[in-house]
């Protein structure tokens, strides 16, 4: 238990950390409008996977993820000296899918009540009893 506790904060910590960095030490101009969404670590704290949102079109988004994996050997050597581990995980990055994924939902539930909606209006503007009388 004490265990899964120290990785959920070193989790957190990481995370707001490469933030700290991606806003303020690296200044790569491939690196657009990203943002820290997740991290994940092993149970032995040995590896990372930092997840990251990247706004833009395809290409920005490629170029975004390559300009954050050259600076991979710089966001380790800051991590390891920002936080006191024995050792300083090897870490990667990894697009967070969850945004885009939660706008295709959106978009499937903005369909369906567009399609419901002239279903609705015929069944209750039919002269019959309606619902709104009681």
Do not use: C, W
Not at 90 to 105: C, G, T, V
Not at 128 to 134: I, P, T, V
């Amino acid at each position: 238990m004490a265990n899964h506790l120290r990785i959920e904060k070193l989790q957190e910590l990481i995370k707001q950390e490469v933030s700290k960095m991606l806003l303020y030490d690296i200044k790569d101009p491939r690196i657009g409008f990203v943002t820290v969404t997740e991290v994940e670590m092993t149970g032995d704290l040995r590896e990372a996977t930092i997840y990251v949102s990247i706004m833009g079109n395809d290409e920005q988004i490629k170029s975004s993820m390559e300009g954050l994996n050259s600076a991979l050997g710089f966001i380790r050597r800051e991590i390891g000296k920002r936080i006191r581990l024995r050792f300083t995980p090897e870490i990667s990055f990894a697009p967070d899918k969850s945004l885009d994924y939660s706008e295709h939902i959106q978009k499937i539930l903005l369909q369906i009540e567009k399609e419901r909606a002239p279903i609705e209006n015929n069944t209750t503007g039919s002269g019959g009893e309606n619902s709104d009388s009681k």
